[in-house]
């Protein structure tokens, strides 16, 4: 059964995303266009001369040069990118809008111009309240720019009242877009008592210099949970140790914000090697804020104290449910179970799985982890929910890798670990932790956890990776963190879907070699402890915003278009009234 999460329907949002070209571009088009206008200007009227340099080109120049420097006297941000782009984008309407007037009769050509004008300031106002400040009030002004040059050009040019005409315009074109924006506002703020616009600021200001302002609205639209986390530390001697972490908390939604780089942070919390799987958690359990992750910490350092260390571990074992695979292994009093479906989509588990399944291990042991490796992408991103054939055999295999992993011989206890950076980015799939390898040795068989910091592996090249590895080792399998630190607006950003497996294949046997290298003697405990009040996005919220979103989406357009619509009748009845 496959169900679409919030995540995947925000998603799909980032089409309506545009990529601002480099401004030389733009001004070019915008001083181009100019000199295409003034040709065909001259062929409808021999009285006007280089229309299209005076009336689009001058005021498109002048809102480009001019808007940044004010939203930077309003403490604002705003690219040279992003100014002209905007420019060029009304200078294409408002030639569109003039031009359709002059094709039907030049004497219409001063009411199709304040038009364009009007509608100029609109869009103007709309994608500054979009894209800097959602406070309107402040983005009327530059707003205004390139309308106001068009005024003074379109003055010199007309004997009607132009001046008159295009101001009663503007104020029209302007409370019929205040109208718009509180219609688009209207539904998120009923339902989260969030502002639509201000949230847009706040995430464009991510993409644009990563800033974590979008913390806030989660912080108001989101629950505290109690979850447990689990952890394995294997430790040689005092200093030098491994943790092995499974935080029941999605690390999510995107980017640096809430918990998008749990691994790193995670890591730089405790001393030695933190490799940090994935639990069971979906995109409702993405951390509100990056300060909750503190919250596991402080519960994970205060039972350290408590830890029992044992220097036994069984073998090894794989057993299969249907899709379902688990490589499991049981270390001193802890059962660690890995789990995938690949070549089957491998994704997100819900909580409530995990806990079950949690739950049906304390019979036989005090701590049982259970990971999603998070290991093939197929193309859906929807979750794995309670009561669906897949969850029933995740829990059909767990039952059974329980009962045997009771009667199993434990063995001396040897241990090896490796991190190997990538010359990769974020772009590219990998997060910061790169390839983090732990090979464990017991009863003379050797088996690997290969962890990839990235959200995700491309379908097939887990399987790539096995294949390299079971030439060193008896038995391995391949995770990801599920780092959302490498998408800032897609899901979809897998390890192996912009880097070839062939090229970052070396990182990964080198990271298994230098485990090989480093086996030796080691001890083992289990921690499973509950962290408290940890405030997560909430049950179904991610869908209920992300239905909220789409359903804007959906009526925005009509809407606007009937706006639009009833600003040009009125745009008429002005000038019929005028003239």
């Known amino acids: 059964m496959a169900v679409m999460s919030g995540d995947v329907k925000m998603e799909r949002l980032s089409r309506y995303l545009v990529k601002s070209p480099s401004w030389p571009i733009s001004v070019a088009i915008i001083v181009i266009l100019g000199f295409v206008i003034d040709g065909a200007s001259l062929r409808f009227s021999q009285n006007i001369h280089f229309f299209g340099t005076a009336a689009f080109t001058l005021p498109a120049l002048a809102g480009f040069i001019l808007t940044p420097p004010f939203i930077t006297v309003l403490n604002r941000k705003m ?7 905007l420019a060029l984008s009304c200078d294409v309407f408002a030639v569109i809008i003039a031009l359709t007037g002059m094709v039907i009769s030049v004497s219409l050509l001063p009411l199709s111009f304040a038009i364009s004008l009007g509608f100029m300031f609109s869009v103007r106002l709309l994608a500054l309240a979009a894209m800097v400040d959602y406070r309107t009030a402040r983005m009327v ?7 106001v040059v068009g005024i003074l050009v379109g003055i010199t040019m007309f004997d009607t009242p132009f001046g008159l005409l295009t101001l009663l315009l503007l104020t029209v074109f302007g409370l019929l877009t205040l109208l718009l924006i509180w219609a688009i506002e209207r539904p998120l703020n009923r339902a989260f008592h969030i502002n639509g616009l201000s949230f847009l600021n706040s995430f464009i200001a991510h993409l644009a210099d990563g800033s974590k302002n979008m913390e806030d609205f989660f912080r108001e639209i989101g629950e505290e949970v109690y979850v447990p986390q689990v952890s394995l530390f294997f ?12 935080p029941n908390v999605h690390p999510g939604p995107l980017g640096e914000v809430g918990g998008g780089n749990l691994p790193r942070y995670l890591q730089s919390a405790f001393p030695g090697l933190v490799m940090v799987a994935h639990g069971t958690a979906t995109h409702d359990f993405n951390l509100v804020a990056e300060d909750e992750i503190e919250k ?8 350290i104290g408590d830890l029992r260390y044992k220097d036994r571990a069984t073998r090894s074992f794989r057993h299969t449910e249907g899709a379902v695979s688990l490589l499991w292994q049981v270390f001193g009093d802890t059962l660690l179970m890995v789990s995938t479906r690949s070549p089957q989509k491998t994704e997100d588990i819900d909580f409530g799985i995990g806990m079950a399944i949690m739950a049906e291990g304390h019979r036989a042991f005090p701590h049982v982890a259970f990971v999603d490796a998070h290991n093939c992408f197929t193309g859906d991103i929807s979750v794995v929910l309670p009561g669906t054939l897949s969850a029933l055999e995740y829990q059909r295999a767990a039952g059974t890798v329980i009962d045997q992993g009771r009667t199993r011989e434990l063995f001396p206890l040897e241990t090896g670990s490796s991190q190997v950076t990538l ?5 590219d799939g990998f997060g910061d932790q790169g390839i983090e390898t732990l090979v464990v040795r017991a009863g003379g068989q050797t088996t690997a956890y290969i962890l990839i910091d990235g959200n995700n592996i491309q379908q097939g090249v887990r399987e790539k990776i096995l294949a390299s590895a079971l030439a060193r080792v008896d038995e391995a399998e391949v995770l990801t963190t599920d780092s959302h630190v490498v998408n800032t607006v897609s899901g979809k950003n897998p390890v192996g879907f912009r880097v070839p497996a062939e090229d970052f294949l070396p990182y990964v046997m080198r990271s298994v070699d230098e485990a090989l290298a480093d086996l030796s003697p ?4 289990g921690q499973t402890v509950l962290c408290e009040k940890v405030k997560v996005f909430g049950s179904q919220r991610m869908v209920q915003m992300a239905s909220t979103v789409n359903a804007m989406v959906l ?21 019929l009234i005028i003239i």
Do not use: C, H
Request: aromatic share 10%; net charge positive.
């Open 235 to 246: 430790r040689k001697g005092q200093d030098d140790r491994v943790i092995f972490m499974v």
């Open 141 to 147: 002004f530059p707003a205004l720019i390139q309308s």
């Open 296 to 303: 596991i910490v402080s519960t994970v350092r205060a039972g």
């Open 555 to 575: 009526f925005i357009p009509p809407l606007s278009i009937a706006i639009l619509m009833l600003a040009f009748l009125l745009s008429v009845l002005i000038y």
């Open 423 to 427: 010359p990769y980015k974020r772009v």
């Open 522 to 525: 080691a001890e083992v405990s």
């Open 79 to 85: 690219t040279w990118n992003r100014s002209a782009l």
